[in-house]
């Protein structure tokens, strides 16, 4: 079974300082989607990024990077030039590949809760 | 353009008593996603419909939960009798998924919080 691991309850970041989130996963499957979403305060989960498997190249959004090791099922997200703002519970999730799958797995991770210290 | 809409926000009752949240997804989105998400965790998938259908509702309590999309639009999620382990936040999320294979974006509702007394 499919399995996220999100080994940091808690962390905390000095404003403007770079922080990176650690994500863990197992699976048997060779293709799979992996995102982070964030879940500020008594607001709203949003997509933050998203890793297609078969993609070699790590994403990027904005401030927001993946260092995506397959081999090592390893999905960690750097915050580059934190902001207060970015205070939030980050989660990560697996999700098994689209298309006609009618039983998917998706997978969420208990998240890390990322304080912004200005 | 509104987003996912999810009512009530809030709600209190007590153990054996039935209770209904709702959710109305982003238009033209066809995916609509249950989530039950326990405090300090992350969500848990409950049930998903591609439009009418239920095409994955293996992690839905069966006994006491039960859900409906008839039209492919909007949905309820109902549980009957409520149990104190019950006591969670209710996310509903949709995206249009379409034949390419490749999933669309999750956009969530703000929940439902549920306290059973």
């Known amino acids: 079974a499919q399995t996220v691991t999100q080994s940091q309850p808690e962390m905390s970041v000095q404003e403007a300082e770079t922080v990176t989130l650690s994500c863990t996963y197992d699976?048997?499957?060779?293709?799979?989607?992996l995102f982070w979403y964030k879940q500020p305060p008594s607001r709203q989960m949003i997509l933050v990024i998203r890793q297609e498997a078969y993609k070699q190249q790590n994403a990027t959004e904005n401030r927001f990077s993946v260092n995506f090791q397959k081999a090592a099922k390893s999905f960690s997200l750097k915050i580059s030039d934190s902001q207060l703002g970015d205070a939030a519970m980050y989660f990560c999730?697996?999700?098994?590949?689209?298309?006609?799958?009618?039983?998917?797995?998706?997978?969420f991770g208990k998240g890390t809760r990322l304080h912004i210290l200005p | 353009e509104a987003g996912v809409v999810q009512s009530p926000r809030y709600k209190i009752i007590e153990k054996k008593q039935p209770v209904a949240f709702w959710c109305n997804p982003i238009?033209?989105?066809?995916?609509l996603y249950w989530y039950r998400q326990n405090l300090g965790q992350g969500p848990e998938l409950l049930i998903r419909?591609?439009?009418?259908?239920?095409?994955?509702d293996s992690q839905l309590p069966k006994d006491r939960f039960s859900a409906e999309r008839l039209k492919g639009v909007d949905s309820t999620l109902k549980i009957q009798p409520a149990e104190l382990g019950d006591s969670a936040v209710y996310l509903c999320?949709?995206?249009?998924?379409?034949?390419?294979?490749?999933?669309?974006?999750?956009?969530f509702g703000p929940g439902t919080r549920l306290t059973v007394t």
């Open positions: 419909y591609e439009n009418e259908e239920a095409v994955d």
């Open positions: 999320a949709s995206s249009f998924d379409g034949t390419s294979g490749v999933w669309g974006e999750q956009y």
């Open positions: 699976t048997s499957e060779s293709d799979y989607y």
């Open positions: 238009s033209g989105h066809n995916t």
């Open positions: 999730a697996y999700r098994s590949p689209g298309g006609l799958v009618k039983n998917d797995k998706i997978i």
